[in-house]
Structure formats: structure tokens, C-alpha cells
């Protein structure tokens, strides 16, 4: 409830900073180029919480595997006659991943973690010029699918998760043109979601585990990217 909420915070801010930011005549969109492609890679940070009743082995064990890397990319076709709003294709995986010695059964062991989060689905974009042209600020929202995968393993012993779900993301950016077409900057994301289900394999039975509203996987993370734009 609390991710839900916070994500329509952020869309409504987004909303009245559009409305509020058209009007004026230094924010003001003429693209002559309809597509517009970006890649970008940077930190990623699960926002789950960190169960206060672990140990503190297990709690410096999750620490480790909720920080991560993402990368991704979008191509969006923008429609109207400004070049500003269009409609395109974003993809995005974050990685993590947490290797530490814990007491297994009376016993100490390697619990190795591998998460891999995917968002796959469409997006609405807009984007702005700033300071005659030199600058774009843009912002992505959408909704799509959610691809979940741990994999892990406790003294060589392998097993692993994955579900699926719809989710939601928004990614807000800032470049700077370097060339005509290609600019530089940063993006901030957010990504949504929460598995109600998922399928657990141990290398012999593969078993479907149904989650009640209260024991559902999060899925929300954010990530902060230094990103390449190019217009064409």
C-alpha cells in the first residue's frame, strides 16, 4: 500500500509539473525527430525492508543482495506535431547478487543469492527543451510485465524462484546535447510491483507457491543511471 501510494504521489507531481511547465515559453518543444532511443546503467536498490528479526549475519546478507546494478533501454515514437508526446517500448533488468557465510542447521555454510528483476511493457513519453534547445528533460510512465528470478545456493546445494506479474514504472531524466542528435545525462527511476505467486524448482519437482495480500514479494526498486539519448 505505502509503494502504491508513493507512485501516485510521484504521478501527480509529474502531472502538475506538465501542466504547469506547457504553458511556459522556456519549456516550450519543437523535435524535429520522431524517434528517440536510450540506454542507460548505473546503482539499483530494492526497496524492500530488511526483517528486523534476522540475525545479524542474515541481516548483512540481505544488505548485500538488495544493491545492485541496472540496465536498460527504451525507443519511443513520438506522434504529435511538436515531437514532444509519443509512445514507445522500454526494457530493464536490475541485478544483484550476495555471497556470506550463515549458520545453516547448526552448521556454517555459503548462502549465495542471484536476483534478476526484468520490466518489460510500454511507456508514455514527453520531453521538454531547456535553455534553446541545449538541454532535455523528459519523463516515461507505463505499465507492463514484471519477470522475476533468484537463484541460489546453499552449500552447493542449487535451487530457484520465479514468477511474473504486471508492474508499473516512471523514469525521470535530464541531458545535455553533446552533437546534433546525441545528448548525455542522468535518469532516475522507479519500478513497481508485488509477485502474488511463484514457482520454486530444486532441481528434481518444480512446485507452484501461492502468496497471501500479506506475504507477497515486493518487487519495488529505484535506480540512478548516467544514460545516452539519441534522436533520429
Not at 516515461?140 to 546445494?157: C, H, P, T, V
Amino acid at each position: 500500500m505505502k509503494r502504491t501510494i508513493l507512485f501516485s504521489i510521484l504521478l501527480s507531481v509529474l502531472l502538475f509539473v506538465q501542466q504547469t511547465t506547457i504553458a511556459a515559453d522556456n519549456m516550450a518543444s519543437s523535435f524535429s525527430d520522431p524517434f528517440g532511443f536510450r540506454a542507460y546503467s548505473g546503482y539499483g536498490r530494492m526497496l524492500n525492508k530488511v526483517d528486523p528479526e534476522l540475525d545479524q549475519l542474515e541481516k548483512t546478507h540481505a544488505i548485500n543482495w538488495i544493491n545492485g546494478i541496472v540496465i536498460g533501454s527504451d525507443l519511443v515514437f513520438y506522434l504529435n506535431k511538436a515531437k514532444s508526446c509519443g509512445l514507445g517500448l522500454k526494457y530493464q533488468i536490475m541485478h544483484s547478487q550476495g555471497s556470506s557465510m550463515m549458520d545453516i542447521h547448526s552448521n556454517m555454510g555459503r548462502l549465495e543469492d542471484r536476483v534478476n528483476i526484468s520490466y518489460l511493457g510500454p511507456v508514455f513519453s514527453q520531453r521538454f527543451t531547456l535553455n534553446e534547445g541545449q538541454n532535455v528533460l523528459m519523463y516515461n510512465i507505463g505499465m507492463g510485465w514484471l519477470f522475476y528470478d533468484w537463484r541460489g545456493e546453499i552449500n552447493k546445494a542449487k535451487g530457484n524462484m520465479s514468477g511474473q506479474t504486471i508492474g508499473a514504472t516512471l523514469d525521470i531524466n535530464y541531458s545535455r546535447m553533446i552533437k546534433k542528435k546525441l545528448a548525455v545525462g542522468v535518469d532516475l527511476s522507479l519500478t513497481t510491483g508485488a509477485l502474488s505467486s511463484y514457482d520454486t524448482f530444486d532441481g528434481v519437482k518444480r512446485i507452484t507457491v501461492q502468496l497471501e495480500d500479506n506475504q507477497k514479494e515486493g518487487l519495488t526498486h529505484m535506480g540512478l543511471s548516467l544514460q545516452l539519448l539519441y534522436k533520429f
